[in-house]
């Protein structure tokens, strides 16, 4: 199983750029969900689905957009790339009948935004 | 909204027995969950409480005290493999959303 996977694992942006984060899970999940991880920060949640469109905010949603088509794919939009944005970005998803809540996380997308 | 405080660094040797706490503000969540991170690797889930008390899995013990507000991840027999950041995170019960702490840096010394 590939689990959680996510593309690109690197990017340069430039101030103004608009790009999309993908995100694909082959668990038949219902829930995903998108958090960014600074130094010293943790990890803060962006935005999240409970299911196939349905979409809600987390703690930190501006200049983030999502949509969830299907089950398997949520993919984040950055509208309009800021250097506040340069981060690590998670994906993660989990089942709705798992009583833990265990998150299954993707690799990473390393994001610099100049 | 929820808040978890965790300290910033811990340290330890090889053999050894390490405590990771971390308290919290909540208006309500299912249970207590810790993550852990290696250097440039993702989070992987280590272990959850949803009641009171103990749960241990191998060398790793979590415990959560609901009316403390409080729970920690107790780490035995430390090996040099276990230096990673450590997560507490709780599921909110009103939005199903899962929330961090800030995460504590262990470092495990020969």
């Known amino acids: 199983n590939a689990g959680v996977t996510q593309t690109p694992k690197f990017q340069v942006l430039k101030t103004g750029q608009s790009m999309t984060l993908q995100c694909a899970q082959d668990?038949?999940?219902?829930?995903m969900s998108w958090y960014r991880q600074d130094p010293g920060m943790g990890l803060r949640l962006i935005h999240y689905s409970v299911g196939a469109g349905i979409t809600d905010q987390g703690e930190v949603p501006n200049g983030y957009n999502v949509s969830r088509s299907t089950t398997e794919d949520f993919p984040l939009r950055l509208l309009s790339a800021a250097p506040s944005q340069t981060s690590v970005y998670f994906c993660a998803s989990r089942s709705g009948g798992d009583y833990t809540g265990e998150l299954f996380f993707g690799e990473g997308s390393r994001l610099t935004v100049l | 909204g929820q808040s978890l405080e965790q300290p910033s660094e811990v340290t330890a040797v090889e053999g050894a027995i390490v405590q990771i706490n971390c308290t919290y503000q909540t208006s309500g969540f299912y249970g207590l969950s810790w993550y852990q991170q290696h250097d440039g690797g993702a989070p992987t889930f280590l272990s959850y409480?949803?009641?009171?008390g103990l749960e241990e899995t191998g060398r790793f013990s979590s415990f959560l005290s609901r009316s403390d507000s409080y729970g920690y991840l107790l780490l035995q027999e430390l090996q040099m493999k276990d230096s990673a950041s450590y997560f507490c995170a709780v599921r909110d019960s009103n939005t199903d959303k899962l929330i961090f702490g800030t995460g504590t840096r262990l470092q495990v010394f020969p």
């Open positions: 409480n949803g009641l009171d």
């Open positions: 668990m038949n999940h219902e829930y």
